[in-house]
């Protein structure tokens, strides 16, 4: 129980449109992968710099190899589409080709949102011996104009023979993207 609070979401963050059983398949539909706003430390810098760290990225959780590579030259989206009550089918399109589908377990929960549980905790060599501890949670919601909001945050924590060496604040951030069908 000690990981559950490490990367856990505000509070006090409101959730513009609140999603339950009834209305969580309007999640579905095809988005952009570029993010149309975003809420970070990285707001102050150009907006294309943050565009490195997108939804592809975050759902694919490779800690040390970065295992898919876009290229400039081509379009992305990615597909939600919810099969059932907590399983959802993320679908990565390129050039209107799908060239990845993925399976995800999810969950609904009282505050409106659909959490991922995406390997949410996953070890990076050995966790306070030599390397460090990855916390990652992300969830999913909706504005009130459709568009998709991304919610993650992520806790990084280690050592080297139990002397504490890495920086473990957590990281929260809400993307935007845009729904395109």
Request: hydrophobic content about 35%.
């Amino acid at each position: 129980m000690l990981l559950q609070s490490c990367a856990s979401f505000d509070k006090n963050v409101m959730n513009p449109y609140k999603l339950d059983k009834s209305n969580v398949e309007e999640l579905n539909g095809l988005f952009e992968i570029i993010q149309i706003d975003y809420d970070s430390v990285y707001k102050k810098y150009n907006k294309n710099l943050w565009v490195r760290n997108n939804f592809y990225k975050q759902i694919d959780r490779k800690l040390l190899k970065d295992t898919l590579h876009l290229d400039s030259l081509k379009s992305y989206k990615f597909g939600l589409e919810i099969i059932k009550e907590n399983k959802i089918k993320v679908s990565y399109i390129e050039n209107d080709t799908v060239f990845r589908e993925r399976i995800l377990k999810t969950k609904l929960k009282k505050d409106g949102y659909l959490y991922l549980k995406n390997k949410n905790t996953k070890c990076i060599l050995v966790p306070f011996i030599a390397g460090a501890l990855d916390v990652n949670r992300i969830r999913l919601g909706k504005n009130i104009n459709g568009n998709l909001i991304f919610d993650y945050s992520n806790n990084r924590s280690g050592a080297f023979l139990l002397i504490i060496f890495l920086d473990s604040r957590t990281r929260k951030n809400r993307l935007e993207y845009k729904k395109i069908q």
